[in-house]
C-alpha cells in the first residue's frame, strides 16, 4: 500500500511539473510565470529529496526557488515601476519566439538524448563507484563535496569565476542606465510595524545558524558552502527588504575583498598544491580537510554577497534602519 501511494505521489508530482513548465513559459502575464516559476523550483526540491538527492533540493530550494525567485520579483518590480507595460504588446512575436525556442531546446535535447543512448558504456566499476572508493582521501566523508572539491574542483572554481562576471556584467549594466529617482522602492510608506522588526529580530540569528550548520555538516552530510552561502544571501535579501540594508553606488574596500574572495582562495589553494609538486588543486594527504574547509569558508561568503548585491541592484551595500521605522 505504501509503495503504490509513493507512485502515485511521484506521479503526480512529475506531471505538476510539466504543467508548471509548460505554464510558465506559455503565461501571457510576467509575474504568473514568476511566481509559477518559483512553485515549480519548490516542486523540483521536493523531487530531488525523492530521487534521494538532499544536496540538490537544499541547492534547488534556497538558489531555484528563493534567491532566482526573489530576483525576478526584484526586476519585475523595477521594470513595472520604470516602464508599465503596454497594452499594445507584440503578442504575435513574442509567440513565434517562444515556439521557436521550444523547437529548438526539442532539438538539443533529442541530439543530447541520442548521443547518450549511443554510447558504449565499458565494462568495469561505474565512476560513482570509483569517486566513493577514492573519499577517503580528500579527509571528508560526504561524497558530493568531495567530488566537487576535489575530483571536479575546477568546474567549481570556473563557476565562482562565473558568478563574479555576473556581478561585474549586471553592474555594467546598471550604470549604462540613468540614475534612479532616489527613493527606496523597498521602503514602504508605512514603515516597519512591531511584527515585522520581531520577525527580523528572530530569524537574523536563527539563518545565520543554519548556514554554519550547512557549512560546517558538508563535509559529513548534505550541505556546503553553495547552500550556506544561498541561506546567507537569504538573510540579506530579508534585510534589504526590511530596509536595515540599504544600496550604496560603490563597494568598499572589505566588500571588493570578499566578492573576490571564494575565487582567490580558491585558486590560491592550487598554487600551493603545485608548489609542494603536486598538481593544480591535488590536496597533500594530511591537509585536505583544512584545505577544503577554508576553501568552503571563502566561498560560503563569496556566494552570498553577490546574490544580495544582484538582488540590489547596486555595487555595494551597508547597514542602515528604513526611514520609518522608530
Known amino acids: 500500500m505504501g509503495e503504490l501511494v509513493g507512485w502515485v505521489f511521484d506521479g503526480l508530482l512529475a506531471l505538476s511539473l510539466v504543467l508548471l513548465a509548460a505554464r510558465v513559459v506559455a503565461s501571457a502575464r510576467l509575474f504568473e510565470s514568476i511566481v509559477l516559476f518559483i512553485v515549480f ?34 526586476t519585475f518590480r523595477e521594470i513595472v515601476t520604470d516602464q508599465p ?21 526539442g532539438g ?10 549511443s554510447i558504449e558504456v565499458p565494462a568495469g566499476p561505474a565512476a560513482g563507484e570509483q569517486a566513493r572508493a577514492l573519499v577517503a ?11 566537487l572539491l576535489d575530483f571536479r574542483a575546477y568546474d567549481t572554481l570556473l563557476e565562482m569565476g562565473v558568478l563574479l562576471l555576473a556581478v561585474l556584467g549586471a553592474r555594467a549594466a546598471v550604470a549604462a542606465q540613468p540614475p534612479a529617482s532616489g527613493d527606496d522602492l523597498w521602503i514602504g510608506g508605512e514603515g516597519d510595524t512591531p511584527m515585522v522588526g520581531a520577525l527580523v529580530g528572530l530569524l537574523s540569528p536563527l539563518i545565520i545558524i543554519v548556514a554554519g550548520y550547512l557549512l560546517w555538516v558538508g563535509a559529513y552530510g548534505p550541505g556546503g558552502a553553495f547552500q550556506a552561502g544561498a541561506v546567507l544571501a537569504a538573510l540579506g535579501v530579508l534585510l534589504r527588504l526590511t530596509g536595515r540594508l540599504v544600496p550604496l553606488p560603490r563597494a568598499g574596500a572589505f566588500q571588493r575583498g ?20 603536486r598538481a593544480f588543486l591535488q590536496y597533500p594527504e594530511g591537509l585536505a580537510y583544512p584545505m577544503i574547509l577554508v ?28 526611514q520609518h521605522s522608530p
Open 137 to 147: 582521501r580528500t579527509g571528508v566523508d560526504d561524497a558530493v563535496t568531495a567530488v
Open 258 to 277: 570578499v566578492l573576490v574572495m571564494g575565487l582567490a582562495v580558491f585558486s590560491l589553494a592550487g598554487l600551493l598544491t603545485m608548489a609542494t609538486g
Open 108 to 117: 538539443v535535447f533529442a541530439v543530447l538524448g541520442w548521443a547518450l543512448l
Open 41 to 74: 523550483g519548490l516542486l523540483m526540491a521536493i523531487a530531488w529529496a525523492r530521487l534521494a538527492a538532499p544536496h540538490l533540493a537544499l541547492a534547488e530550494a534556497a538558489i531555484g526557488a528563493g534567491i532566482t525567485g526573489a530576483l525576478l520579483l526584484s
Open 85 to 105: 507595460p503596454s497594452a499594445e504588446a507584440p503578442k504575435v512575436l513574442v509567440y513565434r519566439l517562444r515556439v521557436l525556442m521550444a523547437l529548438l531546446a
Open 295 to 322: 576553501i568552503e569558508v571563502a566561498l560560503t561568503l563569496s556566494i552570498a554577497l553577490p546574490l544580495v548585491l544582484l538582488f540590489s541592484g547596486s555595487a555595494g551595500i551597508a547597514a542602515g534602519r528604513s
